[in-house]
């Protein structure tokens, strides 16, 4: 028997020493043992090493090369050390909260060091409770079932569905949607105009940290100030910011704040949801069952229950132990590998990958600051002349690139930045149309730590063909999906 220390936390619990040091590393590819073909030249590069970086596809022109994931805003690649720290604890998984069994203790133990290491991560204050959820949407929708009654919400029009839709359903609640602004400071006068005719009672403002259409960086501090001057309180959706920047609740001034698993290179079902207690504290249970209640009983037709505070008053059913201890195993190795590096490292792509489309007069990207505005490594276009389901097909077909089309549930945001109309189609165009100077969607490439250099110069090659050559094979509409004929 012996302690078992695994990158993200010791599991302080004896468990059998066959675990200790090689756990995991014994069934998963190490980083230096990267077997990637000649083609796939820097593969490596990544700060940071993530599942998948030697996986092959097929393409539809005849043979394979090595994927190239550029779609981390949807979902991140798993990093390596994630997978590990999994790996490494599978063996001992057991129920959280629940069990008398040894492994049912170490499972609690991991759980509640994984809060403590992500709430560390997140800067949070010795009063805030941190809620695993299963993702932003979740955590969002969580906080929405929180509000005190009569709460009115202030959300930009311009934010991701998850963090657009929850309030409409909270009971009692009035949302202001504020128009797109078009800088950071029209963003904070504007937020500040609505709170100041605001009448009295709770209020609470939503704004992303990063926008998953733009990438561009909001002045989250800014309206959080905004925000507390006039009474109300801010939700930060961090779920694109979190994987790019630091995020400190404390430093930000941000009351609570939400964000996913997957995104942050720990897809294993879980997300965070941390701030203040009070308003969660006095709410309902976001999900009635074991784990949230203190005692039920039984009384002629009626059930008595008695519900926990803290945070099991928000997690019933048994949790998720896994996911909770990705995200803490994201969380340390983000912060150890620095993020002043990551960012540097980020910004060289970010301006090679715009240099790159740069040189194409047909290329746009999108918006809403301004090209000198600070962004993370997200980025959207449109092709002049390309519908952009057609290209993102293209770009996987013939080239073996992951990006994303669409519009990336956020139709308000992309139709202004589009100059759409609300009822013109999205999402899926209509490949087989003719060419169009004005696309209806837009292409997104987006990219973090685990991503090499090779794969935003093969992006800049593929794009520069394909605009200027046209895609090598025939596509079509198939269930809604722009698909090569076959
Ligand atoms: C800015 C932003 N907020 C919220 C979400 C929702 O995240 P999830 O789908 O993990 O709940 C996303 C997902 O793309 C996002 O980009």
């Not at 209020?203 to 960086?217: M, P, Q």
């Not at 965070?272 to 709410?283: E, I, K, M, Q, S």
């Not at 048994?318 to 195993?329: D, E, F, R």
Request: net charge negative; hydrophobic share 40%.
């Amino acid at each position: 028997m012996s302690v078992v220390t695994t990158s993200t936390s010791t599991i302080t619990s004896t468990i059998p020493s066959s675990l200790s040091g090689s756990a995991g590393a014994a069934t998963v590819r190490a980083a230096e043992e990267c077997t990637a073909p000649a083609d796939c030249p820097g593969c490596t590069s990544a700060p940071l090493p993530v599942l998948g970086r030697d996986v092959r596809v097929p393409l539809v022109t005849g043979g394979e090369v090595g994927y190239a994931a550029l779609d981390y805003a949807a979902s991140a690649p798993a990093l390596q050390r994630v997978w590990d720290d999994i790996a490494a604890y599978a063996p001992y998984y057991g129920s959280v909260h629940r069990g008398a069994g040894y492994l049912s203790q170490l499972s609690t133990d991991l759980f509640e060091q994984s809060r403590e290491t992500v709430a560390g991560f997140l800067g949070c204050r010795p009063d805030d409770e941190l809620i695993f959820t299963r993702s932003t949407t979740d955590s969002l929708n969580l906080l929405a079932a929180a509000l005190p009654a009569g709460t009115r919400i202030y959300v930009f029009d311009t934010e991701h569905h998850a963090a657009l839709l929850p309030w409409q359903r909270a009971e009692d609640a009035r949302v202001e949607y504020l128009p797109a602004p078009r800088t950071p400071e029209q963003a904070v006068a504007s937020l500040d105009v609505a709170l100041h005719g605001a009448p009295k009672g709770p209020k609470l403002v939503c704004v992303t940290g990063a926008s998953n259409v733009t990438g561009e960086i909001w002045p989250v501090r800014e309206l959080a100030a905004a925000a507390h001057r006039h009474g109300a309180r801010i939700v930060l959706d961090a779920a694109q910011l979190a994987p790019h920047r630091p995020v400190d609740v404390t430093a930000l001034d941000v009351d609570w704040v939400a964000f996913s698993g997957h995104k942050l290179y720990a897809p294993f079902g879980a997300g965070v949801l941390a701030g203040r207690a009070d308003w969660l504290r006095d709410a309902e249970p976001y999900l009635a069952g074991g784990g949230a209640t203190r005692k039920v009983a039984r009384s002629g037709d009626e059930l008595l229950v008695e519900w926990n505070s803290g945070t099991a008053r928000h997690e019933a059913g048994s949790p998720n132990v896994i996911g909770a201890y990705a995200i803490a195993s994201a969380c340390k190795a983000l912060t150890e590998a620095g993020f002043d590096s990551l960012v540097t490292r980020e910004r060289e792509l970010l301006d090679r990958l715009r240099d790159g489309l740069a040189d194409l007069p047909e290329v746009r990207v999108l918006s809403l600051f301004g090209a000198g505005s600070a962004r993370v490594g997200v980025l959207s276009f449109v092709v002049q002349g390309w519908n952009s389901s057609h290209l993102a097909a293209a770009l996987s077909a013939e080239y073996g690139i992951g990006v994303r089309d669409g519009l990336f549930c956020a139709h308000p945001l992309v139709r202004t930045l589009l100059d759409t109309e609300p009822d013109e189609p999205g999402e899926c165009g209509a490949p087989d149309a003719a060419p169009g100077e004005r696309s209806l969607n837009a292409v997104r490439v987006s990219f973090g730590a685990g991503t090499p250099e090779e794969h935003v110069d093969r992006f800049l090659g593929a794009v520069r063909t394909l605009v200027r050559e046209g895609a090598a094979w025939r596509y079509r509409t198939e269930g809604g999906r722009c698909v090569p004929v076959r």
